[in-house]
């Protein structure tokens, strides 16, 4: 005897082929697990995400921190390298660009010498490292941007309720989003990889996106060679238009 099949469920059978053939294309066809492989941390609720992405981030040794802040409405552009003893990178904004350099609580400021404005010392301080005395107002400021702990405060910080969002990917790395407030509270993407780290921060309000990656990762972290720094004593030599155009805005700049 013959079998017989309605051409309806011939079509029918032939478009889910054609589907889940198009779907294992990009890696998640029919029947898989999209959890497989991972971590397991996307099987968990948003809120037990979040709290899993703070701690490994707490317990992290360094990290590299590149991408855009608003702070008291200013938009500083980041490519920092920190740990727990300082930190080192570059920091733009629309009126300066400047290097820092922390190790331990000596902290080392490197610009043009038309970031310091029209004070004396200007020529002379040009693509020198200057040292901030901690003594000075702005050392706070500056500091906040080499400070792993204070950064990571202010930017891994979702506002409103939590929700699971989709599996994606941050660069070559797999993640889990969690939004809050259906993402106008912000959005933290999760790495299903190794340990959970968090890998983009896109910030409420559109007061930035930042990218973390290099979690553990291993760098130098020496003072400036003597001839290549500047030591003023106790205080920056800067005009009020250096002070205003070159500070940070308070000792956390990842606060909006």
């Known amino acids: 005897m013959t079998a017989y099949f309605p051409a309806a469920r011939l079509r029918r059978a032939a478009f889910i082929g054609a589907l889940c053939a198009g779907l294992a294309v990009t890696g998640t066809g029919c029947g898989e697990d999209p959890d497989e492989g991972t971590n397991g941390i996307g099987k968990l609720s948003a809120d037990k995400i979040e709290a899993k992405a703070k701690a490994a981030a707490a317990e992290a040794d360094s990290v590299h921190l590149s991408g855009t802040l608003v702070s008291g409405g200013k938009s500083f552009t980041l490519d920092m390298r920190l740990k727990s003893d300082g930190g080192s990178g570059e920091v733009k904004s629309q009126d300066n660009t400047f290097q820092l ?46 400070d792993m702990d204070v950064l990571l405060d202010g930017l891994l910080g979702l506002e409103g309720k939590l929700a699971k969002g989709s599996y994606t990917k941050v660069g070559h790395t797999r993640a889990v989003q969690v939004t809050a407030d259906q993402g106008k509270g912000g959005k933290l993407s999760v790495s299903l990889e190794g340990t959970p780290y968090p890998l983009l921060m896109e910030r409420a309000g559109g007061a930035g996106r930042v990218e973390l990656a290099e979690w553990g990762k291993a760098f130098p972290l020496d003072p400036p060679a003597q001839d290549q720094t500047v030591d003023y004593g106790s205080q920056l030599p800067t005009t009020k238009e250096a002070e205003t155009k070159g500070s940070g805005q308070g000792s956390n700049p990842a606060k909006p």
């Open 101 to 146: 350099l922390r190790v331990g609580e000596q902290l080392y400021l490197k610009a043009s010498a038309a970031f310091w404005g029209q004070s004396d010392s200007a020529g002379k301080l040009g693509d020198k490292y200057v040292k901030v005395p901690e003594a000075d107002p702005s050392y706070k400021q500056f500091r906040g941007f080499t």
